[in-house]
């Protein structure tokens, strides 16, 4: 993604977010601001502000925000590590983006149920969970990546963040769409919580590695290769 424009490379992916949801229905997007120095000056992208504008433009809800604090990276300064000659003298040093936002949505009100709905009964989560979970800082260790340079370049996360997240927003059965699926990570965790799924990667090398991570399940996989235009249009039938 574009760290200085990542709204409009995505707004169609988030039109498409918005007509798919059901009403009351819950879009979260895991996303991080980004620093360049450009021609000698320095900008801060505040991209999570941007996206938080976008679904504000398509008239949905926006719920207070996680904060997902990866416990690593060192103070900066000028791009390197802080712990280099002047760094420890005030006033030039900056302060580490060491924060990602999981931004939070909802199409129009609350979601309904009938009462005593079983699955919703069932996918209820533990006092522990919703004490942990509900808080808006979350310090979750960064993933380890097993397929190498592909999965770094795009970011993996750690399992624990769509389980979580899947878990808070939906209830079995339900059906999860991730439109940036990468290698899988929220596939994984929303096949092994009872719901259905639905992903586009744009990347055809993901499939090999989705087969990995799935070992025995991929078989419950339908893979399809798909132009955009079908993208889109088998989307309208989710
Ligand atoms: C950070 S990864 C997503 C991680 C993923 N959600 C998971 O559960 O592991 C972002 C992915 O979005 C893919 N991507 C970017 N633009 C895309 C597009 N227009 N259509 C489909 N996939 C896209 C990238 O190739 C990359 O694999």
Redesign the pocket.
Known sequence: ?NPRNPTT??TK?WKEVKRVLVPGGIACV?IGDATRTKDGVFHLYPNHSRVIESFEQLGLVTLPYVLWKKPTTKPRYKGKGAFLGSGFLPPNAYVTLDMEYILIFRKGNLRSFEPKDPKRYRSKFTKKERDEWFSQVWTVTG?RQTHGG??RR????PDEI?RRLIRMFSIEGDLVL????????????AMDLNRRFV?????ED?SRIIRERMGQESGRVLFQKQS?VE?ISSALTV
Not at 154 to 157: L, S
Not at 178 to 189: N, R
Not at 199 to 203: A, D, H, Q, V
């Open positions: 993604m490379r995505c992916t895991n993933a592909l999965e795009v970011g993996a996360f769509p991730d439109p940036f699926l990468g290698s899988g990570t929220s596939l994984k965790a992903g586009y990667e744009k990347l993901f955009v993208q």
